[in-house]
């Protein structure tokens, strides 16, 4: 299974608060808007995964030559 990145993840909330400014009940609208909050938070932790994916081999490189 391939993990959604950081950058796929910010698309969905926006999308999520376009639709949510589309929505006629405030109940909806604040459900919409606080799913976009979750994947924003998501996106976030995705984009520190990735950072630690392109960071990992650097360092398993200095742990071998060390």
Known sequence: M?????RQLEQRAEELRVVAGQMHTPLARLALANLALS?????????????????????????QTG
């Open 2 to 6: 391939t993990l959604p990145t950081a």
């Open 39 to 63: 994947y924003e938070r998501l996106a976030r932790h995705a984009a520190r995964r990735e950072a630690d994916e392109q960071n990992a081999p650097a360092d398993q490189d200095r742990k």
